[in-house]
């Protein structure tokens, strides 16, 4: 049986193969790709592989260009990428692309890649990869929303009635201003933690307009006021939580808290099986804040390859800062 790699792949196709893939995800879509190519910087692209003219597997990547370099990542931003397969899929079209994507960072301008190999489908010994193994934290749906609530901690349960009680309530986000609201929300939260937020107006609005069933913006009120916002990704039987943002002058309420909680809810009556809460990428508030929902730790490796120049100019750079 012949394979054959190409870096063409039609956007329906794409779409079907990541539909019939129980293990993919949304970050795996052409929809996810292209919102990320609106991004300054930013450019969609993947690789594909065929049998017989079949499309078979993919692995969908994004290119980010930034002063003369480039950096490939499948995918950014906390999400997961990897290799999405069809049954008819050979044992061996995982590493065949991931060999490629190591051929595609071999370019010159290339600083570094990465894959986010959340399905456990990559070899990182392959291509020249290195691997790290980082953790999610997942909270498994298979019970009623009452015997999951009464796993919650009892700090976190105080959390959600000191909100109630403050007359904070939850509704879905349905309009384009409820979509730039969160953006104003998470422009404000970004100043606090100390990194620049990338994530424009425009990305706002279009994954408004083309995020369709798969996104779940849920706001938090007090007094007809936006006052905090969590976006979740629905695809299959799992929630992908992705982002929790508030108001600075909100904060104590506790309606971060609040949020998740009514998600929760709402993937058990939605017969969700998992509600991801990703990585916390080494913060320990954030760990603890979400073990107190019950979750449990589950592994994953991110495989990169970064050039031996590249390092040396970071050491460079890190040492005149």
């Keep these: 049986m012949r394979m054959d790699l190409s870096n063409l792949l039609a956007e329906n196709e794409w779409h079907a193969l990541v539909a019939r893939d129980d293990a993919a995800s949304f970050f795996q879509t052409p929809t996810w790709s292209s919102l990320v190519a609106l991004l300054a910087g930013w450019s969609a692209a993947a690789l594909a592989a065929r049998v017989d003219g079949e499309l078979v597997a993919a692995l969908p990547f994004v290119k980010h260009e930034r002063r003369g370099f480039i950096a490939l990542e499948s995918m950014p931003f906390g999400t997961y990428g990897g290799v999405v397969l069809s049954s008819a899929a050979p044992p061996d079209a995982a590493a065949a692309l991931l060999d490629a994507f190591g051929r595609a960072a071999r370019a010159l301008r290339v600083s570094r890649a990465s894959a986010v190999d959340f399905a456990g ?60 609201a969160y953006h104003e929300m998470l422009e404000e939260c970004s100043l606090g933690w100390g990194t620049p937020n990338v994530f424009t107006r425009d990305f706002f609005a279009a994954l408004f307009e083309t995020g369709g069933e798969a996104v779940q913006m849920l706001l938090a009120v007090q007094n007809d006021l936006v006052i905090a916002g ?70 994953y490796r991110t495989y990169f390859v970064e050039k031996k120049w590249y390092r040396t100019l970071k050491a460079v750079v890190a040492r005149g800062a």
Excluded at 136 to 156: I, M
Excluded at 238 to 251: E, L, M, P, Q, Y
Excluded at 263 to 275: H, K, N, S
């Design 121 to 180: 489908r990559l070899a990182g010994d392959s291509a020249g990869f290195q691997s790290q193994r980082d953790e999610a934290q997942v909270l498994e749906l298979g019970q009623s929303f009452e015997e999951l609530w009464s796993g919650f901690k009892p700090s976190l349960r105080n959390k959600v009635r000191k909100a109630k009680s403050a007359g904070v309530t939850v509704r879905p986000a349905v309009s384009l201003d409820d979509f730039l």
């Design 230 to 299: 969590d976006l979740n990704f629905l695809w299959k039987d799992t929630v992908f939580n992705w982002g929790n943002v508030s108001k600075n002058s909100a904060r104590s309420l506790a309606a971060n808290t609040l949020l998740h909680t009514h998600a929760i809810e709402l993937a058990v009556a939605g017969e969700r099986r998992t509600y991801n809460l990703g990585s916390s990428a080494g913060i320990k508030g954030v760990e603890s804040f979400k073990s107190a929902f019950g979750t449990s730790r589950v592994s």
